[in-house]
């Protein structure tokens, strides 16, 4: 994970109540899936017109994905346009706010509000939220606001999971995370 991480991660548990083997374990198996590994903290974007089809397929239908791959930018203008606060695509909203952090805050609906809830800058200056400090503070920001710690209280990885992900995609190397982490915890 690395030592950029501890003082960040040691913060946001001690602020969100993410106190229990469970708690730390639900919260650092999530936070580990989305980042990979610690190793991200801005959503890559990068995508072919196969992917783009099948992640966002009523915003990338076949024939329009092909004009947006391989191009991050412009994919994040579109796929993010008109919701989540975001204005239409030629606004540059959904670059500017695209995922970031430690559980990818994405919108500027989100930004707006991790920015005044937690005191910070994210909103005038999301790239912020990209460094360990409000990386982090935006997982737990996130973690508490979809009141996550009564999943990891019942184990319930699948609820965590849709919570943060909005489906379950990667659920396997959730469960996996959570099992090596409750076992040292």
Request: aromatic residues 10%; neutral net charge; hydrophobic residues 35%.
């Amino acid at each position: 994970m690395g030592e950029k991480w501890c003082i960040p991660l040691q913060f946001v548990c001690k602020k969100y109540n993410i106190n229990t083997p469970n708690r730390i374990a639900g919260f650092l198996a999530q936070v580990g899936h989305e980042s990979g590994g610690f190793r991200f903290t801005v959503e890559n974007l990068n995508y072919r017109a196969e992917t783009l089809t099948r992640s966002w397929p009523t915003r990338f239908p076949p024939g329009v994905a092909e004009s947006y791959a391989m191009q991050p930018e412009r994919i994040a203008n579109r796929a993010y346009s008109d919701r989540m606060g975001n204005g239409d695509e030629a606004s540059g909203e959904g670059w500017l706010y695209r995922g970031r952090g430690l559980i990818q805050l994405t919108g500027k609906d989100s930004y707006a509000a991790f920015s005044l809830e937690a005191d910070n800058e994210a909103l005038i200056k999301p790239d912020l939220v990209a460094e360990p400090d409000l990386a982090a503070l935006s997982a737990g920001w996130f973690w508490a606001n979809k009141g996550l710690n009564i999943f990891a209280d019942n184990k319930d990885i699948v609820g965590m999971t849709v919570k943060v992900n909005g489906g379950t995609n990667g659920l396997d190397d959730r469960q996996m995370r959570y099992s090596r982490l409750i076992s040292c915890l």
